[in-house]
């Protein structure tokens, strides 16, 4: 059996920002057009009116305060709120791939390591861009790595859950050195009409190299010391949108086939599964959440962040994070499964051989996935 580290991550940051007061500024315009035209209905009881958002609701309910996105004019046009892709054809490639080659890249850069190095790709996403060819298999042949791909999706937690993979394949000797990728298109599949979601995610992509520790040559390691992953089936947050929608004769722009959730019971109920995960991770290796150098989490919701850490280890955490668990959401918000790599890729030159960290993600299944990890 082989010791695993990771040896490089990279991040590719879209070019543009929306800052919330941007976002208020169009989702209000929308509101008022939707409410005029149906001033009637609304006069009648028949249909409810849209309220306004806010920068200070945003910010008190989820502690972000921009996001970057691929593209923002077709998301801050009132009569679309969406954003306007250009489509591709079949021989050109595809945006998730684009955007995934190049944190690929500067992850390999990072690890010391040529695409050729490697033998597998994995694409772990909370959305993919289409069902097949599959993702992965489109990004290493764009890298020109070899092996094999495939793609993987556990909503948010899809990154540490590609890790226990990798690992695995790393550790048994079925591969040498696995590329990680996980681009996230989330303005896609964001409703940017519904007030209470509006201004959640942000788009953006992170790759992470897994390889043998006899193998890796990049000043930054860390070895994997032990994963953990766990399912609870729950509908509180769902995506309905899927190739079956034409059979059924659904409506393609309903609702249900965009990113929705039932946020209150989601934090009541996943901050206490998500902080008992990482407690009874970290006691299989007879630890405490005490003795951890620092928690990069899931970048969720400000909240969330806090009350786990509450939990865990009885410190309170700001607003702007804290040593202990940084926080990357005020800046990118919610990247779905991005989101705890982002905050390792970021957050973690200032520790010192034999740290122990601990990368968690949590999200729609519910699924949470942690992977404890200690600097060389």
Not at 2 to 15: A, F, K, R
Request: glycine share 6%; proline share 3%; hydrophobic share 45%.
């Amino acid at each position: 059996m082989h010791q695993v580290v990771i040896s490089g991550t990279g991040l590719y940051q879209p070019p543009h920002i929306i800052s919330n007061a941007e976002l208020v500024l169009a989702f209000n315009a929308y509101a008022d057009l939707q409410n005029t035209e149906h001033a009637a209905a609304i006069a009648a009881g028949e249909r409810t009116a849209i309220t306004h958002s806010s920068v200070e609701f945003i910010e008190k309910a989820s502690g972000i305060k921009q996001r970057y996105v691929l593209e923002k004019d077709g998301v801050l046009d009132p009569t679309r709120m969406y954003p306007r892709f250009a489509e591709r054809a079949d021989d050109q490639l595809s945006l998730m791939a684009e955007i995934a080659v190049d944190a690929a890249l500067k992850a390999l850069a990072a690890a010391g390591k040529q695409p050729a190095d490697v033998d597998a790709v994995l694409c772990a996403s909370a959305n993919m861009q289409r069902p097949y060819p599959a993702m992965a298999v489109e990004i290493q042949a764009a890298l020109g790595a070899g092996g094999y791909g495939f793609d993987m999706n556990v909503a948010c937690s899809s990154a540490t859950f590609a890790i226990e993979q990798a690992v695995n394949a790393v550790r048994s000797g079925a591969s040498k050195c696995v590329l990680i990728v996980n681009p996230e298109i989330t303005s896609a599949h964001l409703e940017w009409r519904d007030r209470d979601c509006h201004f959640i995610f942000g788009d953006v992509c992170t790759a992470i190299v897994i390889e043998r520790a006899a193998t890796a040559t990049a000043a930054d390691q860390w070895d994997i010391v032990s994963t953990h992953l766990a399912t609870q089936f729950s509908n509180n947050i769902r995506n309905n949108f899927g190739f079956m929608n034409r059979a059924e004769d659904s409506d393609p722009l309903a609702r249900d086939k965009t990113f929705r959730q039932e946020g209150r019971k989601v934090f009541k109920e996943v901050v206490p599964i998500a902080a008992a995960h990482i407690e009874a991770h970290l006691a299989t290796l007879e630890q405490t959440p005490a003795k951890v150098r620092r928690f990069w989490l899931h970048q969720a919701n400000l909240g969330m962040n806090q009350l786990i850490i509450k939990k865990l280890i009885g410190e309170s955490m700001g607003s702007s994070g804290s040593d202990v668990a940084p926080l990357i959401l005020d800046t990118y918000a919610n990247t779905a499964s991005a989101g705890s790599i982002i905050a390792f890729h970021e957050h973690r030159a200032d520790l010192v051989a034999g740290d122990l960290g601990v990368i968690c993600s949590f999200g729609a299944g519910y699924s949470v996935g942690s992977v404890i990890v200690r600097k060389i």
